[in-house]
């Protein structure tokens, strides 16, 4: 199983980017996915996630700015930025709670997608 980050960038203060991350291989079944992100001088933290429909996006920084969604038809879950302010630059990690025929559930990470907001 492999998760497949891209979308990352650089663009300017209010503008806007949207994260993608598609999750292959021997799927048998997903549960949540979402998104951390590691900003400079900062340990990495919760974005956001989504969970049979339920988003859940715990910093007050970001709400009401960032979006998240998923297709469950592609296994593929986004992250739409809007409004992005220089503090929202850095690395962005994708996970997915993903169980694979015969194995326990594992969290599964993408691997990292760089967003620089440039002021």
């Known amino acids: 199983v492999q998760l497949q980050a891209s979308g990352g960038g650089t663009v300017e203060v209010g503008g806007s980017l949207t994260l993608s991350c598609a999750a292959s291989?021997?799927?048998?079944?997903?549960?949540?996915m979402g998104w951390y992100r590691q900003t400079p001088g900062n340990e990495r933290e919760l974005v956001g996630s989504?969970?049979?429909?339920?988003?859940?996006i715990p910093r007050d920084s970001v709400k009401g700015r960032f979006t998240i969604s998923r297709d469950d038809a592609t296994n593929t879950v986004f992250l739409q930025m809007n409004s992005l302010k220089p503090e929202d630059s850095g690395v962005y990690y994708c996970f997915a709670d993903i169980k694979v025929t015969d194995t326990p559930w594992k969290t599964y990470w993408g691997q990292g997608t760089l967003v620089t907001v440039s002021s």
């Open positions: 989504i969970i049979a429909g339920i988003t859940t």
């Open positions: 291989g021997s799927v048998f079944a997903i549960n949540g």
